[in-house]
């Protein structure tokens, strides 16, 4: 019988399966945004204006089990243009690999620059 016809089998439709990331895998949710962003003197930018490679801030939703320096519910800054996008039941999260984490914020201060978010 073809598991997939099968009433209880995992790969049914209505299957919720718990996701694992492997390896030095990161998954991140992006904070959601309209678009616009303001300035620190206050200056309204639409999100249709051109800015020059831009960086993003990142939750940690997962790691793979070879992820060193980044932990569960740690902020990440990353280039959005490299990380692979995915789909998870309608909300769009990123895959990259831990390598490509450019910085983490986080309450954990051990080698820290003094700045902070």
């Given amino acids: 019988m073809n598991p997939v016809s099968e009433p209880n089998s995992p790969l049914t439709s209505d299957a919720k399966l718990e996701i694992q990331m ?3 895998r990161v998954l991140v949710r ?13 200056i309204v930018i639409p999100a249709t204006a051109q800015v020059a490679r831009r960086l993003s801030w990142g939750n940690v939703l997962g790691v793979g089990n070879n992820v060193r320096n980044v932990k569960v519910g740690d902020r990440v800054l990353f280039n959005a ?9 309608g909300d769009a999260y990123l ?6 984490v450019h910085a983490v914020a986080s309450e954990r201060t051990e080698h ?6």
């Fill in 22 to 24: 492997l390896h030095d």
């Fill in 30 to 42: 992006m904070p959601s945004s309209d678009g616009e962003r303001r300035s620190t003197g206050g």
């Fill in 81 to 89: 243009e490299e990380p692979l996008e995915v789909e998870i039941q």
């Fill in 95 to 100: 895959v990259m690999r831990e390598r490509d």
């Fill in 112 to 117: 820290g620059t003094g700045l902070y978010l």
